[in-house]
């Protein structure tokens, strides 16, 4: 967790940057058809994986022996459904005649979501075999190559398809480089093709596959209807709300739910108690740091979209103020929906992200005729709440009641009470409401006795002292 920590913090600084360079150089418009290609060509990008990254992590974390057989068979198999998958993207840009540049984007993206898709089966490989420093430095080199050369062709006064142009570069050295540490340090290449693997890589991954299609639709349909119901502007405003706090709840709950997968996988065979343990800790810590922010953000949105856009995109901060609301959700319900796939229930997460994806779709329906992004994002908060409320209900009959909602309960008192305190003086200067409010929250953590015994022990463990 710490590796993946720092890597991710440092990835989420270049990303953050980068977003807000691209929203303020590609304006409303260009900025709506960015998030809608992209958003777009992720959802095709699934067929080209279907599953299979997911189930090898957790396969090869319980038979390590078999991570070659597993890797090389993956690879050629997903090289197969990735020339599917671009002839569907090809074939859906025609069939709908999207606008010239909206369909040169189209292709561009999916090129790079492919191979993103590829590589990505090189990561499965790290994270099984908790080589999570590999998994870093290849997050940190994709971040810096995007960011550096996408700021260049911006400064230089190119627009949106330079942008995507680069994203393929990106694309390209992250599968030679995750290639090569695969080869060098891991195992070495095998270009025998075993056919009931094949089948079974197929069918056992479906369940994880559909679960990531549901769960693109579940992040990702909001953007793809504005575009179609209300246009790029709406697209474009909308995500300058939405990607910020996304970003964050998904960095965070990545950095956790990628250390703790393994692990979790591993428990539930050897030691099931502690398993439920590191699921109520995982979500304790999740829920002190997510409902802070939560409230934070939404005391402040004003303030935080001033800040980031410089002034433009003002439309956004109602918005903004809505999707605050789903971060501690999401973060609790990403460590719920790891415990069911780690206890070979991803057929029920599946389910649940699928229940939930075509209740946000009706939502969007519903709402963004009459309310545009703001429907959106109510839309995107109440499907986020079912999301959380199936996966405890599924856990509870297929593993045994785990009170996550407990950990909810001191960090909302401590965070509402911080927000009663700096909402009179909400027109101070930003960082030093952050101060206080960061000081104010923390000290009544402490008083509402949110620490026990077992977070101490917790913290010796990490700092190698003895109990």
Known sequence: MGVMGAAQVLTALISFVLFIYLARFLGEADFGKYNFAFSFTNLFAIFADLGISQLLIREIARKKQLSEYYVNNAILLKILLSILTFIGIILITWTLRFPKTLSILLYLFGIYNILFTLSSTYLSLFQAWEKMEYVALFQIIERVIIATF??????????????????ILAGIIDMILAATITFKKLIKPLFKIDWKLQKKLLMMGLPFGLNALFAVFFFKIDTILLGFL????????????????????MIVAGIVSAAIYPVMS????????????????????LAIFGLPIAIGCFILADKFILIL??????????AFQI?????PIRLVSTITGTLLSSINRQGY???????????????????????????ASIATVLSELLLYCLFLFYIGRYYKTINVNR???????????????????????????????????????FLLKT????????????LGKEA
């Open 150 to 167: 996408t700021l260049t062709v911006l400064f230089m006064g190119y627009g949106v398809i330079a942008v995507a142009y680069i994203y």
């Open 230 to 249: 209300k246009g790029d502007v709406a697209v474009g405003i909308y995500n300058a709300a939405y990607n910020p706090l996304l970003s964050l709840s």
């Open 266 to 285: 591993k428990y539930y065979k050897e030691n099931k108690e502690s398993l439920g343990k590191l699921t109520i800790v995982s979500s304790k810590y």
């Open 309 to 318: 856009y410089a002034g433009g995109y003002t439309g956004a901060i109602i």
């Open 323 to 327: 999707l605050a609301l789903f971060i």
């Open 349 to 375: 997460r599946m389910f649940s992200v699928g229940i939930s994806a075509a209740f946000n779709i009706i939502l969007n329906l519903i709402l963004i005729p009459y309310y545009s992004y703001i429907g």
């Open 407 to 445: 950990t909810f309960t001191k960090p909302l008192i401590a965070s509402i009470i911080m927000a009663i305190t700096i909402y009179p003086i909400k027109n101070l200067n930003t960082f030093i409401i952050i101060g206080l409010a960061t000081i104010i929250y923390f000290l009544f953590l």
């Open 451 to 462: 620490f026990g015994d077992d977070d101490r022990l917790l913290l010796n463990n990490l």
